[in-house]
Structure formats: structure tokens, C-alpha cells
């Protein structure tokens, strides 16, 4: 039995000032019945908490540390720009850089906007396809997470699935009254609210390997079918990419599947681990955007040059890095045959996985939500006691990152077979 006795005393302490302890539901553990674990540092796969335990680490912050902890090239540049001041509210060169990179890794982004998190990006961007359009409703997924802005908080996986939330308080009726819901991987019922709706559907919005109910990829031709009946209607066809954008491969999902969207929404990755996020599509798209358009959208640590710089080292050390991509590709094929090893229904896409405790396929929100939530805070409890640290809920991904050497994965696997059966 491991000790995290300094962890709970700092965590009683938490909860005196911080709501449930925490700054973001899910790291409070609940679900799993246990006390979160204060960390003190990360270094490569490792992290290591405030009672002196090591942990190999599956959780990369939720998707941004894909070359893992204190990535050298990135703290280093990171610490030298910071020497000469972390924000101006004004233009700088390493903002173009970064945007350059962006556009030049993700097919369906012309131009790109730099804002602080993946809520924002997101937020942004259908205030965009709403004021490009001049419609009003949107479509999304039960199950696909897109940040915490009112019209978004329905049905919205990720922590209010952790928590059980299937609506979040404090949003009245009138702001997702514009917000239809569809049912990921059926195409029937995407087609249903577009007979119903059609001439005031803004956007579609949704994520292309949903991972926020757990990881659920689309089935063959669902992102093409989205494709083609969003462009028939004239709507606009969002990828939110904050976790699979240069994650699944350089150009993230649109790449990887070959289908182009209108719109991508980045976040996580994009900014290495400082709060950063981008959206971005059309060029005719993105110019209505202020200064050059009607729909405004601002903020005073935009593009600030510490996380752009962060961005930037990140993604030069992705860019034409196929070996990278492979690499965790194959890292995490090892530990999904681990869990069918075990008899657990898991699925994967490539360093993206979840194993559920159920037996059937999970495909969407409903087989999703079938997983024995109280067998997966069992196999976490003794991850745990492992060394091992995965996210603490039954919907949250498994981030395999550059840094998780080949003893990390068999140690895991071997880990897995042990706790997951
Ligand atoms: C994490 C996430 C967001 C929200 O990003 P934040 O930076 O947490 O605001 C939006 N969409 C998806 C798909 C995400 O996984």
C-alpha cells in the first residue's frame, strides 16, 4: 500500500478554498472514490506526487503532453522568452509563426485565430459559423465534449459524465434552445434534424474520434456522410480537433481520415502544455471576423509569446516526425491487446484509447454509458497502487506519449492484466 497521506491533508486544505479542492471537475477523483494525488514534478513519462510515489503517466494533462513531461526544447525556449516579458497585448512575430505552422500542418485551416483554451476556441468558432451563415441552430453529439460555454453544456461527456451531469446547472433553457442533438456514429438521426431544421442549421459540430465518453471512433464513412449532408444544406461542418489535432497525426483527424471540414477547433496539443487554443477554417470563413468582419472576438493574453512559444517548439518537434507517430501508435497497440488480453471491450485509434467495462461494442453515448462504473474505480485503485496513473473516470481517454519508453508499456500491459480483468 502506497502512502498519500500528504496528498489528502493538501486536499482537505483545497476543499477549505477551492470548490471540491479542485480547478477542473474530474481531477478531484470522485468517481473513483479516492483522494487525488498532489504532484509536485513530471519528467518525461514520469510524475511524481507530493508523498514521494512515482507514477507512469497516462493522463499527459488530458491529451497536451504528447513528448511528455518538461519536454527539454520547450522549457528552454519557454524560459528565454520569458525574460522579456510575458505579455504586451500587442502584436509579435512568434504569433505568425505559430499561425504559419498551424495552417501548414492542418489541411482545412486557410487562417487561423489564437485564443487561451479549447472552450474558447470552440465558443469562437460557432459564433463565426452562426454570423458566416446567418443561421442560428447548431448540431452536436451526445457524448462529444466541446468545452464548458453555455450552448455546449448538454449531454456534454467528459466530466459531467465522470459526475453524472447530464445538463449542467446555471444555463437557462433559452441558450440551448439553438443547441439539436444527434446520436454519434447514426446517421439517421443527423438526417432527421436536417429535414426538420434545415434552412437554419449554422454548423454541425463534432468530434471526429469523439474521446470525451471515453474513445469512440467514427464508423467507416460517418465524417464523409457528415461532409456531404452539412455542405447539401449549406451548413458548416466543425471538426473540434483539442484532442485529436496533432495528435492522431500531424494534420490531426482530417488528415488522418482524408475528409476536410469547414472549421477545426485546436487546443491541448497546439499550446505544449500552456494554455493556448486556435480555431480556424475557410479564408472566406475567417474574414468575418474582427477587425475585418462583424462577429468580434477578442482576448488580452491571445498569442501571448510564452504559450506561443511553447506552441511552437511542440509542434517543430512533431512536424514530419513519422517515426513520432508511429511510435506511439504501436506503444498503444501493445497495451489495447493488453486489455482484450483481459477480456475488456476497448477501443483505439492510434495513441488514443479506452478500455470499458461492459461487454458490448461501444459506438456511441448509450453503449458508452452501459460501462460498470464501480469495476473501473476498482482496475484504477490498483493501476494506482501499480505506479500506474490513467485518467480517474470510466470516459476519459488514455494518452500515449513520445516519452513512454517500450519497459513503460510492457510494465502497463503487464499492469493491465492484472487489474483489468
Ligand atoms: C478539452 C476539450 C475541450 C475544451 O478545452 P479546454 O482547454 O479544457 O477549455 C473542447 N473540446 C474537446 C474535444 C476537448 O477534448
Known sequence: MISSAKSSACFAEAKKYIPGGVNSPVRAFRSVGLDPRFIRKGKGSRIYDIDGNEYIDYVCSWGPCILGHAYPPVINAVKEVCENGLTFGAPTERETELARLIIEAVPAIDRVRLVSSGTEAVMSAIRVARGFTKRNKIIKFT????????????????????????????????????????????????????????????????????????????????????????????????????????????????????????????????????????????????????????????????????????????????????????SIDRKAAVLEKAFRDSGRTVNRVGSLLSAFFTDKEVTNYATALSSDTKAFASYFGRMLEEGIYVAPSQFEAMFVSAAHTDEDIERTAKAIQVCAK
Open 143 to 326: 457524448g462529444n465534449y466541446h468545452g464548458h460555454s453555455d450552448g455546449l453544456l448538454v449531454k456534454a461527456g467528459s466530466g459531467l459524465l465522470t459526475e453524472s451531469i447530464p445538463d449542467s446547472g446555471g444555463v437557462p433553457e433559452g441558450y440551448v434552445a439553438y443547441t439539436l442533438l444527434a446520436d454519434y456514429n447514426n446517421e439517421d438521426s443527423v438526417k432527421a434534424l436536417f429535414d426538420a431544421e434545415k434552412d437554419d442549421i449554422a454548423a454541425l459540430i463534432v468530434e471526429p474520434v469523439a474521446a470525451n465518453m471515453g474513445v469512440v471512433p467514427p464508423k467507416p464513412g460517418f465524417l464523409e456522410f457528415l461532409r456531404d449532408i452539412t455542405e447539401k444544406n449549406g451548413s458548416l461542418l466543425i471538426f473540434d480537433e483539442v484532442i485529436t489535432g496533432f495528435r492522431l497525426s500531424y494534420g490531426g483527424a482530417g488528415e488522418y481520415f482524408g475528409v476536410k471540414p469547414d472549421m477545426v477547433t485546436l487546443g491541448k496539443i497546439v499550446g505544449g502544455g500552456m494554455p493556448l487554443a486556435a480555431y480556424g477554417g475557410r479564408a472566406d470563413v475567417m474574414g468575418v471576423i474582427a477587425p475585418e468582419g462583424p462577429v468580434y472576438q477578442a482576448g488580452t493574453l491571445s498569442g501571448n509569446p510564452v504559450a506561443v512559444t511553447a506552441g511552437i517548439e511542440t509542434l517543430k518537434a512533431l512536424k514530419d516526425n513519422k517515426e513520432l507517430y508511429e
